[in-house]
């Protein structure tokens, strides 16, 4: 099942069930006594397994076509996200980081878009080395602290996809990546959650990140450094997690380029510290695509962000 949130004529933001991704039935039709936001209903035992019920028993839905689909998460106390967690990416920016610890750094709301809405990059004369990074969100439904590794799935309401959008001048200047990770409307994720029991073993899927239909990033799942279970289990070691946290587990390394490829591999168009072949830096008019299999795909237009003038409010 997908729980999504959505806009239409009537509504400014309500949630909804598909069990396709291309019809929808809100869920304040299916069971008018839910709460409207998902942090609270993913907060509630059984609610997911009582919207999945009334769903399958449901008629023919909306389509999804004929509303605009929102960042799902309303509120959420905490976007985690985690730094070098791939293995090619490692080997490509010859960084190092800790085996047995993930890199962990914070992103703020304002940091992202949904699904179908513009991410924003920056005017040249504020940043140039703009990169997309497509990665596995992870969604918290049942709280908790503490808690043991063979028990950090049962905390996980489901998944969904990301696009960590990152500014790598302003990542890289001082040794918190802070800013460069937070640029408004700067990352993406979405389209909707689907639920652990459908999604299934991440370890099991793959990721593709595509820059105006080129494959710029694809790897299994099972590259990751510090996996799923042993990264919930260390957050609740600190905080106790709430239903809505939301975790990005890292993206994977450059796809080298094809023979034809003369973008990918024009190391003097890119301004990153780590000049990589087969990585193109997101620009205005671009299409970003990240794909997950199980999860479906996170489409995003880029466009300018204004100009850097003074503005108040």
Known sequence: MRLLAFRDTTTDRSLGVSADGISFHPVAALAPDLPADIETLLGLDGVL???AGLLAAAGPGRSLADV???PFLDRSNAFWALALNFKTHIAETGLTTSLDYPHLFLRTAASYVGSGEPILA???SVARAFDYEGELGVVIGKPGRHIPVDRALE??????IVNEGSVREYQMHNRQFG????FEGSGSYGPWMVTADEFGDPTKHSIETRLNGIVRQRSGLDDLLVGVAETVAYLSQGYRLRPGDMIAMGTPGALPPAQDDIEGRDLSRQYGPFPTPGLVHMRPNDLVEVEISGLGILSNPVVSDQPPTYRAG
Not at 155 to 160: K, L, M, Q
């Open 155 to 160: 905390h996980v309401a489901g998944y969904t």
């Open 49 to 51: 397994d009582r919207l």
């Open 122 to 124: 920056p005017p040249e």
């Open 68 to 70: 605009t689909l929102l």
């Open 179 to 182: 800013l460069g990770k937070n």
